[in-house]
């Protein structure tokens, strides 16, 4: 039997050579051995057994047409916290986690040991609820979709997770406004790429358009939930979002004509990039 180190150096050659991210390989493996790297760096060069062997080289074909790694282990980890996904749902991103660990922050500079209730507008997996959930017991959340099927798989995850998160089937903030569900925290991840706008295969093929594309220009769902944001929002709240990296300028201007009176803010990713607009009111 081949040992971990050629196991892997041969699965890195295939992913590269298919133009996929070769670091999976890795991640693959770990998961499925159920190990930390620093135990497969001390058997690099001990036989792989027989069974592992297999599941490993199945991943291995899936990832070279394009399946994400989150598909062919059928779970993603998100701030700590594992996640089911599957076609249905899109697979929370490292970016993501910033978005949380802000959203947590501004809680603590501004709501400080009070309950508060917060909304996730399109919520998919439920990793962004849940995690809110998870890391501060005050925080009373409800999370929304518009795909029933989504909605399945973060209770699945609220369950797994043991998180007191509830759920609603609905278009963006409908739902909230039909049952007068007003909140202190507002937060979305909305889908913000441009309809045209090309993607990796590996995107387009496996995961979910509806929770990808945000009409022309990418902005479609910031206006909708800037538009009625009022009917949900209670007097003194703020709003989380994530967006593409090039969106800021555009949606800034565009928030201010919704909240004139509000503190309009980009935040910066740990790369660098414009990812966060955080619009605070009566703060």
């Given at each position: 039997m081949p040992s971990y180190r050629q196991v892997l150096r041969k699965a890195k050659e295939c992913l590269y050579e298919a133009n996929?991210?070769?670091?999976?390989?890795?991640?693959?493996?770990?998961?499925?051995?159920?190990?930390?790297?620093?135990?497969?760096?001390?058997?690099?060069?001990?036989?792989?057994?027989?069974?592992?062997?297999?599941?490993?080289?199945?991943?291995?074909?899936?990832?070279?047409?394009?399946?994400?790694?989150?598909?062919?282990?059928g779970f993603e980890w998100f701030y700590g916290y594992?996640?089911?996904?599957?076609?249905?749902?899109l697979i929370p991103r490292p970016e993501t986690e910033e978005l949380v660990a802000n959203i947590l922050a501004e809680y603590d500079e501004y709501f400080s040991g009070q309950q508060v209730d917060v909304i996730d507008v399109g919520t998919g997996s439920g990793a962004?609820?849940?995690?809110l959930s998870k890391e501060e017991k005050n925080l009373r959340v409800c999370a929304s979709d518009i795909s029933e099927a989504a909605i399945?798989?973060?209770?699945?995850?609220?369950?797994?997770?043991?998180?007191?998160?509830?759920f609603i089937v609905g278009d963006m903030l409908q739902p909230f406004i039909e049952k007068?569900?007003?909140?202190?925290?507002?937060?979305s991840n909305p889908p913000y790429i441009p309809i045209h706008e090309q993607m990796e295969h590996s995107v387009v093929d496996y995961e979910p358009h509806v929770a990808l594309f945000g009409g022309e220009d990418g902005l479609k769902f910031y206006r909708e939930i800037f538009a009625n944001a009022h009917k949900v929002l209670k007097e003194k709240a703020f709003l989380a979002?994530?967006?593409?990296y090039d969106q800021g300028e555009r949606l800034s201007e565009l928030a201010r004509q919704y909240f004139e009176n509000a503190r309009?803010?980009?935040?910066?990713?740990?790369?660098?990039?414009?990812?966060?607009?955080?619009?605070y009111c009566n703060l």
């Open positions: 996929q991210g070769e670091q999976a390989a890795q991640l693959l493996m770990l998961e499925l051995a159920q190990m930390q790297a620093h135990n497969l760096y001390m058997e690099y060069d001990e036989e792989v057994p027989e069974e592992l062997l297999a599941a490993f080289e199945e991943g291995i074909q899936r990832m070279e047409q394009g399946e994400p790694l989150g598909h062919v282990l594992r996640f089911i996904v599957n076609g249905d749902v962004i609820a849940i995690a399945e798989v973060a209770k699945q995850n609220a369950q797994a997770n043991e998180a007191d998160v509830s007068g569900i007003r909140c202190d925290i507002l937060v979002f994530e967006m593409g309009i803010e980009i935040i910066k990713d740990l790369n660098g990039k414009n990812r966060m607009l955080f619009i």
